[in-house]
T-cell receptor, first 116, second 114 residues
Framework: AQKVTQAQTEISVVEKEDVTLDCVYE???????LFWYKQPPSGELVFLIR??????QNEISGRYSWNFQKSTSSFNFTITASQVVDSAVYFC?????????????FGAGTRLFVKA | KAGVTQTPRYLIKTRGQQVTLSCSPI?????VSWYQQTPGQGLQFLFE???????NKGNFPGRFSGRQFSNSRSEMNVSTLELGDSALYLC?????????????FGPGTRLTVT
């Protein structure tokens, strides 16, 4: 069965600190997709990144970077030099093909507080 | 491009009633997924529709149903409402072709059951 674990419920940092959000997943499939979404206080989830299981290349986008390691079933997300606007709940998600479509399972989310 | 819209944004219903929520996806997106978000259970997948067909569903009772129209707009219905159905219901659209792409979420409908 598929499962996504975000062990960190809440993280609080001071502006300009680096912070890493952990994500561990479980799946039996060899083909799957991993995502990170951000849910700011306004409520709407915003897509950040998608990775498929065959692409373990790490990615950097501005202050955001993602480390995908199949050996440890982890897809961690690092924010460098955090800013107050980064305060949000961050969700890791796993999608697998199932009965002709796709089923997406979200982790419980990590609430990030960035203090000025 | 207009984003995903959901109506209504807020709803208060009484136990036993039924409710219909509506979602209009981004133009060109053929897949619509529905999620229930609660503080206790987090984000839980309800079902996904693609080209008017339900492609997948989560572990929810049959009281939760949905449909998709030819213009990709989708509705979900919850019958015989229970207090535990109080939640934020999120709709997400994506291109939905051969691999799960990024999903674009609407603002949600907050349902309160009293």
């Amino acid at each position: 069965a598929q499962k996504v674990t975000q062990a960190q419920t809440e993280i609080s940092v001071v502006e300009k600190e680096d912070v890493t959000l952990d994500c561990v997943y479980e799946t039996r499939d060899t083909t799957y997709y991993l995502f990170w979404y951000k849910q700011p206080p306004s409520g709407e989830l915003v897509f950040l990144i998608r990775r498929n299981s065959f692409d373990e290349q790490n990615e950097i986008s501005g202050r955001y970077s993602w480390n995908f390691q199949k050996s440890t079933s982890s897809f961690n997300f690092t924010i460098t030099a955090s800013q107050v606007v980064d305060s949000a709940v961050y969700f890791c998600a796993l999608s697998e093909a199932e009965t002709g479509g796709f089923k997406t399972i979200f982790g419980a989310g990590t609430r990030l507080f960035v203090k000025a | 491009k207009a984003g995903v819209t959901q109506t209504p944004r807020y709803l208060i219903k009484t136990r036993g009633q039924q409710v219909t929520l509506s979602c209009s996806p981004i133009s060109g997106h053929r897949s619509v997924s529905w999620y229930q978000q609660t503080p206790g259970q987090g984000l839980q997948f309800l079902f996904e529709y693609f080209s008017e067909t339900q492609r997948n569903k989560g572990n929810f009772p049959g009281r939760f149903s949905g449909r998709q129209f030819s213009n990709s707009r989708s509705e979900m219905n919850v019958s015989t409402l229970e207090l535990g159905d109080s939640a934020l219901y999120l709709c997400a659209s994506s291109l939905g072709d051969y691999s799960p792409g990024e999903q674009y979420f609407g603002p949600g409908t907050r349902l309160t059951v009293t």
